[in-house]
């Protein structure tokens, strides 16, 4: 069980989320939903221990998180962020290739001057599904998972895939929660809480 | 400097009329940077040939080290202009990596592999050099392609950390990139086969005096222990950087 206690939320002296409550329960989709800017996002950040709280607390299981406990509760969760597909490495590791021979210290003191990597692509909605999935597969014995806007750049039918996928690690007992704004995500979840704009 | 070896200094430096030559009669405008840069080089090396002389003269263990010290801080300089981290507080962190790394490596070569009197400055410096500007071009490629890395995929480390990795974990992506860095080049310069341009390296050690199989045998040695120490050097740079709490390394 997760849960958010009156958890206010500054980053550099401003405000992003104030006096927020919740709690997700195991074996439930829990749904944060609201507009964007409204701090979803920064509240899947702080339950991973990327952000602090100001004021009002976070527990996992009814212990505390903390900036020192965060890294304990990371390894009971699965985590899916926002922006999947900039994770283009985690598919497919980047081989750089083998560059010309050219005279180095061994030769003459010449300097190399700095390689440019290519940056791959970034992943297509069949390829952002099929990262969800091995991430959850290799996340078997993880009873919590955090879901940032996981539906944001999928087709319809990947859409409901991933609300099935996710749907699954609910009825598996786990503690699903999912920050999202899409009607269909929303429909499919066991508990909806709106954060309201500031 | 005898008269004699004057004069067949001059007489070397008369075979750079082909060249000025031949820039006077089609690109006459390039002739004064040429000589301007023959000139700067020959200055350059024979400061650079004083140092080492008087280096070998006073035979000190601690000069010598002194000056590798030098050498370690001259090289993290290099390295931190290369690598485009003006502002960045990675210099203390290159430069004790560098002076560590090549001194371990260094010192197998000198006191294990040769074997010869290690801190003997005619043995010390020139091995030590070898291996200081072999890390040095190499940690140019490799720290830049590590902090790089770390810059542009950030979602990765935090993906990584997300899921449950610690801190090195998963930084481990990021140095393999790094590591590759480093060997692609080593990969590429090795498997040239050096059939018709020879070594430097090794044209110096026959001109030297040495026989060519001590020469062969020297040079495999050296190239070794540059690899080698390229990648300590690498290695204890990324540790040092994330340690020191460098701004491009997530905590």
Known sequence: MLEFKDATIKVGGRVLVEHFSLIARDGQLTCVTGPEGSGKTTLLRTLMGFLPVNEGFVSVDGELLTIYSAHAFRKMMAYLPQQMQLLAHQLREPEPLEPEAEEYAVWNGVLPSVIKESRPGPLNAEEIMMLAEKTLSEAKDKPIVIADEPTALLSPELTMRMIQLLRQQAEMGKTVLVASRKPQMIDYADQVVKIETR | ?251
């Open chain 2, 1 to 251: 400097m005898d008269t004699r070896l004057i004069l067949h200094t001059f007489l070397a430096l008369l075979l750079l009329l082909i060249p000025a030559g031949a820039l006077y009669l089609l690109e006459r405008k390039k002739l004064p940077r040429f000589c301007f840069v023959v000139v700067r080089m020959m200055i350059q090396l024979l400061v650079l040939c004083l140092l080492v002389w008087a280096l070998v003269k006073v035979d000190s263990a601690w000069l010598s080290m002194l000056w590798l010290v030098a050498m370690a801080i001259g090289g993290s300089w290099l390295v931190q202009k290369h690598c485009e981290l003006k502002g960045r507080a990675v210099m203390p962190a290159v430069a004790i990596s560098l002076f560590v790394g090549v001194f371990l490596v260094g010192m197998w070569l000198l006191g294990v592999v040769l074997p010869v009197s290690a801190f003997g400055a005619h043995w010390f410096v020139p091995v030590m050099a070898l291996l200081m500007g072999h890390s040095v071009s190499m940690l140019i490629r490799g720290l830049s392609a590590y902090l790089s890395a770390l810059q542009e995929d950030r979602e990765q480390y935090e993906f990584l950390r997300g899921n449950g990795l610690s801190h090195l974990k998963a930084l481990q992506p990021f140095m393999r990139r790094a590591l590759l860095a480093v060997i692609q080049p080593t990969i590429s310069n090795l498997s040239v086969l050096a059939l018709t341009s020879m070594p430097l390296l090794l044209v110096g050690m026959l001109l030297g005096g040495l026989t060519p199989i001590n020469a062969f045998v020297l040079m495999l040695f050296m190239v070794s222990g540059c690899v080698s120490a390229s990648v300590l050097v690498l290695g204890l740079t990324i540790l040092l950087v994330d340690k020191l709490g460098h701004q491009s390394s997530p905590q």
